[in-house]
């Protein structure tokens, strides 16, 4: 299996602009977690789908984000417009269905963005 | 809401100094996961402890979950260049079946030859 799988891998936009994010989930993984990593917040959880359904966005900053799954093997996460605060890592990771165990996340490489 | 701090948030050791990092938690814990980070990488898991008072050993990293379950560790006996990164703790809770990771604030370790 080739992991989880981002693009883009980099992304340098200017203030103002849409920015779309995708991931491509492990084959078979039920979770699939949006994460946004900075020096001063560290690791934060955006939002997570279970079985392509949203579970949890109480982590998305505001209505300028936005994430979807479509289907079960890819997410978008899209922030329009974009700010200059926005510029972190965002990571996808995944996870099989827990079955009432703590299952691991496999991380995507992740989306380094820049907003100038 | 549920903070998991560590401390320290940077090491510097010499190559085979010994290196540990301590992950604090003020409301009992129920569960912790470990994963690293190489510089410029992703977070990749290591392990997990459920237990209290567990421990567990992959090679060189010793992990261990305390008895109250408010706190864990994770030491590593005669650091290698290799083990530069970022070590965080997670606490896993589940939620519908699945794990909402709670990420501790990470401790940057550099190993110096």
């Known amino acids: 299996d080739a992991g989880v799988i981002q693009s883009p891998r980099h992304e340098v936009t200017e203030m103002g602009q849409e920015v779309t994010l995708r991931c491509k989930p492990i084959s078979g993984h039920d979770y699939l977690f949006w994460y946004r990593q900075t020096m001063m917040r560290g690791l934060e959880l955006l939002i997570y789908?279970?079985?392509?359904?949203?579970?949890?966005d109480s982590g998305m900053p505001e209505d300028r984000f936005s994430a979807k799954m479509p289907n079960a093997s890819f997410s978008t996460l899209k922030i329009q417009p974009s700010e200059p605060r926005d510029s972190a890592v965002y990571f996808c990771a995944s996870s099989a269905l827990g079955r009432g165990t703590y299952n691991e996340q496999f991380f995507g490489p992740g989306t380094r963005l820049t907003v100038l | 809401g549920q903070q998991v701090m560590q401390i320290p948030q940077y090491q510097h050791v010499q190559e085979g100094e010994d290196f540990t990092t301590y992950c604090n938690s003020s409301t009992t814990l129920s569960n912790i996961q470990w994963y690293k980070q190489r510089p410029g990488g992703h977070p990749v898991f290591l392990i997990q402890l459920v237990k209290s008072g567990e421990v567990k050993k992959q090679k060189r990293l010793t992990f261990q979950f305390g008895e109250a379950k408010k706190n864990s560790s994770l030491h590593i006996t005669a650091t290698q260049t290799t083990d530069v990164g970022t070590y965080f703790c997670?606490?896993?809770?589940?939620?519908?079946?699945?794990?909402?990771?709670?990420f501790g604030t990470g401790t940057q370790l550099k190993v110096e030859l």
């Open positions: 997670a606490e896993a809770r589940l939620t519908g079946g699945g794990n909402k990771l709670t």
């Open positions: 789908f279970n079985n392509n359904v949203p579970i949890d």
